[in-house]
Nanobody
Framework: VLLVETGGGLVQPGGSLRLSCEASGFIFRSYAMNWYRQAPGKERELVAAITSTGTSTNYADSVKGRFTISRDNVKSTVYLQMNSLKPEDTAVYYC?????????????WGQGTQVTVSS
C-alpha cells in the first residue's frame, strides 16, 4: 500500500496550492479519503473528508469555503485545492485512506507534504 502526497510548498498569504495524493496497492474506490494536517506543537487534525463515491464531503470549520476535496477513482487520486491560504494553514498535510469492511477496518497514511504560508 502506498499513498504519495505531492504539491506542497511555500506560498504567500492569500495564495493557492493544490495537493494530490496518488494511491496504490488497495482498492481505492472502496475507501473514504481524508486530508489531515499537523502543525508544530499541535495535534493532528482532520481538514477534509470525502466518501468513497465522492458524493459527500466534510470540512473543518477553519477551512470551509477555502478548501475543496475531490477524488478521481479512475486515477486513484485524491486532491485538496487550497485557496485564500493563511499563515495558520502552515502544517504538514497527510493523506489518509479509511475503509470499514465486514472483515475489519483498514487505515493507511501517506508520508506527508509540508505547506508553509508566509510572506
Amino acid at each position: 500500500v502506498l499513498l504519495v502526497e505531492t504539491g506542497g510548498g511555500l506560498v504567500q498569504p492569500g495564495g493557492s496550492l493544490r495537493l494530490s495524493c496518488e494511491a496504490s496497492g488497495f482498492i481505492f474506490r472502496s475507501y473514504a479519503m481524508n486530508w489531515y494536517r499537523q502543525a508544530p506543537g499541535k495535534e493532528r487534525e482532520l481538514v477534509a473528508a470525502i466518501t468513497s463515491t465522492g458524493t459527500s464531503t466534510n470540512y473543518a470549520d477553519s477551512v470551509k469555503g477555502r478548501f475543496t476535496i475531490s477524488r478521481d477513482n479512475v486515477k486513484s487520486t485524491v486532491y485538496l485545492q487550497m485557496n485564500s491560504l493563511k499563515p495558520e494553514d502552515t502544517a504538514v498535510y497527510y493523506c489518509n485512506a479509511r475503509g470499514r469492511f465486514a472483515v475489519g477496518d483498514y487505515d493507511y497514511w501517506g508520508q506527508g507534504t509540508q505547506v508553509t504560508v508566509s510572506s
